[in-house]
């Protein structure tokens, strides 16, 4: 198939540090072009992929306004339709959807965040296009669709090695946010007793918060702020840790730390809200307590010293590598491009 994908303007793919839907589009691309497809994202002038790629933005627009995204996308699309050359085109953001209209070809849209009236209203115009959620929690908290599935997001293993052993601190990555819970998190390592090492940034929304909420804690010792890390330094520090803490205060739509930190063999600890019930195998790849019990969490932190890192990493891998995705994908893009496709047609 020949398959455009629009990523964001707003950080590379794959990113070097944050960036949620950038490191899916990377991982969409580059194992869609490893089955043989022929792939063009429409992303960063600065990303890296061995697909084919193009750009409007040389290197990433930051902080994230609206009129960066609708010029991306509205160039893209423009180039996809000129280029008439498609069979698919796979977009990212809600602001894309409506832009769908202007090609002749079918649209996938993945839902990357939360439920919010504005991009559900965008949805209910444009019943015509595939949606996929991202987790079971975020389609029941969407709009009814009448064309949707939901694909667990993935990636690549050989990135995240197995650690069969821990050095004995607690990890938080991400970005440092209220409804991530980064202050729980710290405040779950003080009451177990363990050091915590956390790892991102606050985005300027957040920046009140991490000034009145996380610093002051940062200041109370036990605890080291490592800034925004790259993948290999994310990959160590995940590794070495003996768990993930994820004390979500909303409804978080999927969560890919909690996969990487599975498939280095670290148990994820977090509540039983949002997407974790689906993702977390409780006992094997982590354990989940009653939301807003951060005493649970702390009593939990303190006995994994004989986890089975070994079978967390081995399960993680049957179930969210990028080759399980990239092939349920492929399946979607069989059946929304229908028989003309497998007949060799370009849909029209």
Sequence with gaps: MRIAIISTPFIRVPPSGYGGTELFCYELAEGLSARGHEVTLFATGDSVVTC???????????????????????????????????????????????????????????????SCDESSRIYAQHPE??????????????????????????????????????????????????????????????????????????????????????????????????????????????????????????????GLIAIEAMLCGTPVLGFRRGSFPEIVDEGVTGFLAAPGDAARLAALATGLARFDRAACARRARERFSSAVMVGRYEALYRTVTGPRRSQGSRAA
């Excluded at 627009?61 to 050359?85: K, L, Q, T, Y």
């Excluded at 667990?152 to 821990?166: E, F, I, L, M």
């Excluded at 729980?184 to 300027?204: E, F, V, W």
């Design 52 to 114: 084919r790629r193009q750009w409007l933005y040389g290197s990433p627009c930051w902080p994230p306004m609206p009129e960066d995204e609708v010029n991306h996308v509205g160039w893209a699309v423009s180039e996809i339709a000129r280029e008439d050359r498609f069979d698919l085109i796979h977009v990212n953001s809600p602001i894309a959807v409506p832009f769908t209209r202007f090609v002749r070809v079918p649209a996938v849209h993945t839902l990357h965040h939360a």
């Design 129 to 254: 296009v595939a949606y996929v959620a991202i987790s079971e929690r975020q389609r029941s908290l969407e709009i009814a669709l009448p064309r949707s599935c939901v694909i667990h997001h993935g990636v690549t293993p050989a990135r995240y090695p197995a650690s069969v052993a821990d050095e004995g601190y607690l990890a938080h990555l991400g970005r440092y946010a209220e409804e991530k819970g980064t202050h729980l998190a710290l405040d779950i390592a003080r009451a177990a007793g363990m050091q915590i090492r956390i790892a991102g940034r606050a985005h300027p929304k957040d920046h009140l918060y991490y000034l009145q909420e996380v610093a002051p804690r940062l200041r109370e010792g036990g605890a080291s702020d490592l800034g925004e890390v790259d993948l290999p330094r994310k990959a160590a520090l995940l590794r070495g840790a003996r768990a993930l803490l994820c004390p979500l205060q909303w409804e978080e739509p999927f």
